[in-house]
């Protein structure tokens, strides 16, 4: 079974920026779809980004300021956050959909404040 880690979480003020990493301790490179959830306090999961093939989608709240990217050489799943808000506020999961079966990293926080 792959596994997941996630790096680069944080506390941040508004406006600023961070990067989330996530590594695999095996090749992702056949994973049929990578992502990026978020799991904010007292809310239901949710999507934040998506590869699936070439096609890459964003939550509607994050777009035009996250960037998902997958590196196969390293094997990591990267978000890029930008213009964070308070509301970006959560715990962050990487996934990985793969034939043996879906891999999940075990969250790493995030939180944005004044």
């Known amino acids: 079974q792959v596994q997941l880690v996630e790096s ?5 003020q508004p406006g600023r920026s961070l990067r989330l990493s996530c590594a695999a301790s095996e090749s992702i ?3 049929y779809a990578v992502s990026w959830f978020r799991l904010p306090p007292g809310k239901r999961r ?3 980004a998506v590869i699936s093939g070439t096609s890459v989608n964003y939550g509607e709240s994050v777009k ?10 390293k094997n ?8 964070l808000k308070p509301e970006d506020t959560a715990v962050y ?3 990985a959909g793969l ?3 879906d891999a999940w990293g075990q969250g790493i926080q995030v939180t944005v404040s004044a």
């Open 46 to 48: 949710e999507l934040v």
């Open 29 to 31: 490179l056949n994973a």
């Open 8 to 12: 680069g979480g944080g506390s941040v």
């Open 76 to 83: 990591t799943i990267d978000l890029e956050m930008n213009s």
């Open 99 to 101: 034939a043996a079966g």
């Open 64 to 73: 035009g300021r996250f960037r998902i990217s997958k590196d196969n050489d």
């Open 93 to 95: 999961l990487c996934q």
